[in-house]
């Protein structure tokens, strides 16, 4: 099996975020597609359970959003211009904006993150290296996004992941476009996105969640590294 890359975080980041947690796995050989109608059969279906089962003023008040929130303050991140993933797709859900079909991978793990209420990233394993660290970005480093044409200049006091070679993540809200899943991808490590204040109980149920949406859409088998 595929094993997953080893994933650290560095002493400042532990020190300046002691209970920060994060948990990682390995999916092998799943199978990719660019949509399923199975999947968007149930997506219609976590959706309308949604919608019934929340409004705007749970997303104000629900203690995950504003953890993750409160987490994006600290890291100088307004919260109302660039929104933690899983409260912008609760958002997007309770206006009745659709949710964007990417592949049945990502759009699998998106409802997972909207009813855990957790970001979760996912990478092709394949295009990672072996140890992952989470630390404060220096001064100048390069960083393309996924949807970003062109790199950007990183400050330096951001919270990246780095595989060694490059940068594959701003923690915990964009990806690098050069190791995301794609059709052609088989294997894939994805990250169940921690905060401060953000129990392992709460990452636990999130990863559960996007492991039975993942397997039951693409197949493949998990490994878990966390």
């Known amino acids: 099996m595929t094993s997953a890359p080893t994933f650290s975080?560095?002493?400042p980041v532990s020190q300046r975020f002691p209970d920060l947690a994060v948990q990682s796995f390995v999916v092998k050989g799943a199978r990719i597609e660019a949509e399923s109608e199975q999947l968007e059969?149930?997506?219609?279906?976590?959706?309308?359970?949604?919608?019934?089962n929340h409004d705007r003023d749970d997303i104000a008040d629900e203690p995950l959003f504003q953890a993750y929130r409160a987490f994006f303050w600290d890291l100088d991140i307004d919260p109302t211009k660039i929104r933690p993933?899983?409260?912008a797709l609760a958002r997007r859900t309770l206006q009745g904006t659709p949710i964007p079909t990417i592949n049945t991978f990502v759009d699998a793990s998106n409802?997972?993150?909207?009813?855990?209420?957790?970001?979760?990233?996912?990478?092709?394993?394949?295009?990672?290296?072996?140890k992952l660290r989470l630390r404060f970005a220096e001064e100048g480093e390069p960083f393309r996004g996924i949807g970003m044409n062109d790199s950007t200049t990183l400050g330096g006091g951001e919270l990246v992941i780095d595989d060694g070679d490059s940068l594959?993540?701003?923690?915990?809200?964009?990806?690098?476009?050069d190791t995301r899943l794609t059709l052609d991808s088989t294997d894939a490590f994805v990250l169940v996105c921690g905060a401060p204040g953000?129990?392992?109980?709460?990452?636990?149920?999130?990863?559960?969640?996007?492991?039975?949406n993942v397997t039951r859409f693409c197949g493949?088998?998990?490994?878990?590294s966390s």
Request: aromatic share 8%; glycine share 6%.
């Open 111 to 130: 409802l997972a993150s909207l009813t855990s209420k957790v970001p979760l990233a996912a990478f092709d394993r394949d295009l990672l290296g072996e």
């Open 220 to 224: 493949g088998s998990v490994n878990d």
């Open 41 to 52: 059969g149930f997506k219609d279906d976590v959706l309308s359970d949604f919608r019934s």
């Open 168 to 177: 594959i993540a701003v923690y915990p809200y964009r990806n690098a476009a």
């Open 9 to 11: 975080i560095a002493d």
């Open 85 to 87: 993933a899983a409260e």
């Open 198 to 212: 953000v129990s392992g109980s709460v990452l636990d149920r999130a990863s559960e969640k996007v492991q039975e």
